[in-house]
């Protein structure tokens, strides 16, 4: 049933082409996307490596109030990553920063530090933070109230699927921090509830995905409401030709970090199982695995909103705890469910890609690709929940043999 693909070492062909195809290829009946060649394409990717970043500081050594160390060290962390290494002594500089680096390399903390540790030498200055997804956005405020505890720092979360009037009562006052998503942030400031002419720090999360999604009118409109003189911090995963536009019209000679990683790939076994087109049968596939000790944390992705909740209702049918989240499910539901899977109160979230962009979760043991991702990047950001901070993680896609 399994198809192994875990990364080792070959020797790549002269035609750059990866191994061959099988004559059966892993090819859904319900899509055009080439498994085999998927899976090659990352493995093959993840033969590049960035060069070696060497740290140059410790937390220790950042020029940050005491308190603030206190908190960060408290969380745990003793030695940032490249891209904190790189980000924090230029954004504590009051520049401009393009932080080129994918989701789990601590980009969140790189833009908060610096920020939380201004608005401790003045707590009349205020930063808005623009992230593409309402989970995203959560995260960024649960990782604000962790670094700036005890020090009386206020923020307002505004995303969609939450109460609308509760985040106008909150913007009456002054607050350090805004934290939302594009449609809502505009939402609130064409009501006149968002007054952004006193912002003087901006950090767009994840600018090319908020691109991709068909947010850039709703960032050009909320950055040409901010002041000239403002501190603009922009974290992107690709260079792409309408995030370099943004950088030329909003930023102000800003300097560039670089830590991508092409592809975290080295910690994750790829494998495929080929189901029947039955969906009944595909189904009892996935509740065995699911019944196996070693799936422990499961996540689980679907192409389509309703596929999700019907594949919900099925696994609670076979005794499996399971929630879905995507974009129908209000936000309580979705910050919920969230929480149930990171404390280990359910085993399995259900999501769709959209829902689950930026998510960072620690221990998922397994990603299952239930539906075939629409394309490479989406399968990339898929696997990439799992095999996270060193760990070892498994990604298994279903592919419908076709009759």
Do not use: W
């Amino acid at each position: 049933m399994y198809r192994n693909y875990k990364k080792t070492p070959k020797k790549r062909p002269q035609n750059g082409g990866g191994r061959k195809s099988q004559p059966r290829n892993a090819r859904s009946a319900h899509s055009t996307m080439d498994v085999d060649q998927l899976i090659n394409k990352v493995n093959d990717d993840a033969f590049i490596k960035p060069a070696e970043h060497v740290l140059q500081h410790q937390f220790d050594d950042f020029k940050i109030d005491l308190r603030l160390k206190r908190n960060i060290a408290e969380k745990g962390y003793i030695s940032p990553t490249p891209i904190q290494d790189q980000a924090i002594p230029l954004g504590l500089e009051g520049r401009d920063v393009i932080g080129i680096a994918n989701t789990g390399t601590g980009k969140t903390a790189a833009f908060l530090i610096p920020l939380i540790n201004k608005m401790l030498g003045d707590k009349g200055e205020q930063a808005l933070i623009v992230a593409p997804t309402r989970e995203l956005a959560f995260q960024i405020d649960d990782e604000l109230n962790q670094f700036a505890k005890g020090f009386g720092l206020t923020s307002v979360l505004c995303i969609g699927g939450t109460n609308l009037i509760k985040q106008q009562r909150a913007l009456r006052h002054r607050v350090n921090f805004v934290i939302g998503t594009p449609g809502r942030l505009v939402d609130l400031m064409n009501r006149k509830s968002l007054d952004l002419h006193s912002f003087k720090n901006v950090v767009l999360d994840e600018a090319d995905r908020m691109v991709d999604m068909g947010f850039i009118r709703d960032i050009r409109l909320l950055l040409g409401k901010l002041p000239i003189q403002r501190q603009s911090l922009f974290f992107t995963a690709t260079l792409e030709s309408k995030v370099e536009e943004l950088i030329r019209k909003f930023m102000n000679n800003p300097e560039k970090v670089s830590v991508k990683i092409r592809h975290t790939s080295a910690n994750i076994e790829q494998d495929i199982i080929h189901v029947p087109s039955n969906k009944t049968a595909k189904q009892k596939i996935l509740t065995d695995l699911l019944h196996k000790p070693e799936f422990e944390k499961v996540l689980i992705f679907c192409r389509t909103k309703h596929g999700a909740n019907k594949l919900v209702t099925g696994l609670h049918e076979s005794r499996i705890k399971a929630v879905a989240i995507h974009g129908n499910k209000s936000q309580n539901y979705r910050i919920k469910a969230l929480t149930d899977f990171k404390k280990d109160d359910i085993k399995v979230l259900v999501a769709t890609d959209v829902a689950a962009r930026g998510l960072d979760i620690n221990g998922v043991s397994h990603v299952i690709n239930y539906d075939i991702p629409a394309n490479y990047d989406d399968y990339v950001h898929r696997i990439g929940r799992t095999g996270r901070a060193d760990q070892h993680g498994k990604a298994l896609t279903f592919v419908t043999q076709e009759p």
